[in-house]
């Protein structure tokens, strides 16, 4: 019996359809995924935060009480830490306990009213403010560590934190390379990873949870920042790029070479997705914070001191990062417990709370020049 008789028989038939079908479909498949990916149907474009206009307010007010370079401290901000502290006493003390930390005074105020976008609506602590209680060193009430920044209540940031601490050494080695202030890198890695258990929920339990350790990212986008290869392609391709509006000078133009030179894409991705060190994450995102920051101040529109907008923007990447005025706090957007924040709020929460200060406190300026 020849192979075209053997084939002719129907079961032999039936079978080499099956295996033809299968590897069409297959092949398909494959291309379909490969085609969406690179059209960038799979990016997230994000929402407007719902208050973005009073994070802008806070952010950008946020030198009006300074004069010759020193805070000159308003009675009322004092009168609102008590009135905070006698319903978040843990938030209260997370507030001393950044300004302890730290060479900038004028962060106070701010961290203030971070946590009043919580209380808008609270008439307990409208009705502490008008009582004007002086005495706040005997309000806090041990033992409560209820936080008034709802989603920090979540076990998953409790974990988180633990995570984030044991990569300090990486972050901060990250923020001297790039020059940018440690908080602000992670912001953008706070954000990041909630989002990311809030998709992979039932993983992280089992996982990630336990033994404090950070999601990294090994398909479509990469690392534990989750940043894509072609971002990470541009932020190379800005450093060396003297015409740039992103570029960030002379000192930084190597600080992403290559050893023993490039080596294609690959190269790039192995960097990032290092499930020991991290440390390559952290310097891209350092440069993309600090790239896009220059691109904004070289067109006009300094956003220094809108680190709201800056987590937006590395959220949704240099593609929609176009300088114009009264930019927007939003990005994706990342439910925690029912509630529905934004990527750069999120990110603003964390900045503006005080957690984690003694480990990365604010620095006088977030950028080094």
């Known amino acids: 019996m020849n192979f075209k008789e053997f084939i002719q028989k129907k079961p032999v038939r039936i079978v080499w359809r099956v295996l033809l079908y299968g590897f069409a479909i297959f092949g398909f498949g494959v291309f379909g995924a490969w085609a969406i990916y690179e059209l960038g149907l ?39 830490l008590v009135a905070l502290g006698k ?26 009213k971070a946590c009043e976008l919580y209380l808008k609506d609270n008439d307990a602590y409208k009705s502490s403010l008008e009582k004007g209680r ?10 409560n560590n209820v936080n008034v920044i709802t989603w920090m209540n979540a076990p998953e940031w409790q974990a988180l934190k633990e995570s984030i601490i044991k990569d300090s050494a990486a972050i901060n080695k ?29 993983m992280y339990k089992k996982y990630l949870g336990p033994v404090k350790v950070l999601s990294v990212q090994s398909q479509f986008s990469f690392g534990v920042n989750g940043i894509k290869d072609f971002t ?3 932020v190379e391709h800005n450093l060396k790029d003297k015409n740039s509006p992103y570029y960030m000078g002379e000192k930084y133009e190597h600080i992403l070479d290559y050893e023993g030179g490039y080596a294609g894409d690959s ?11 991290h440390t390559y994450s952290y ?14 101040k070289r067109a006009g529109y300094d956003i ?5 907008v800056l987590f937006t923007l590395f959220n949704v990447g240099f593609s929609q990062s176009e300088p114009k005025a009264n930019p927007v706090c939003g990005g994706s957007h990342i439910t925690v417990d029912g509630k529905v924040y934004t990527f750069g709020a999120i990110g603003f929460d964390f900045y503006y709370s005080g957690e984690l200060s003694d480990v990365f406190p604010y620095w006088d300026k977030r950028f080094i020049e």
């Open 267 to 277: 190269t790039r991705i192995r960097r990032l997705v290092n499930y020991h060190d």
């Open 232 to 234: 990470a392609a541009q």
């Open 304 to 308: 220094t001191n809108r680190p709201d």
């Open 134 to 143: 002086k005495i706040f060193g005997n309000s806090f009430v041990k033992g």
């Open 87 to 112: 319903l978040y006493p843990h938030n209260a003390e997370l507030i001393i306990n950044g300004l302890r930390n730290s060479k900038n005074d004028v962060q106070f105020s701010q961290m203030i």
């Open 174 to 202: 990250a923020a001297k390379i790039t020059g940018v202030e440690p908080r602000m890198i992670v912001g953008c890695l706070v954000g990041e990873q909630i989002r990311l258990f809030n998709s992979k929920r039932e």
């Open 42 to 80: 799979t990016n997230n474009r994000g929402m407007v935060d719902k208050n973005t206009r009073y994070l802008a307010q806070v952010t950008e007010g946020e030198d009006a009480d300074a004069k010759d370079g020193k805070f000159v401290f308003r009675a009322d901000d004092y009168l609102k």
């Open 283 to 296: 310097i891209y995102t350092g440069c993309i914070i600090h790239q896009t920051r220059n691109q904004w």
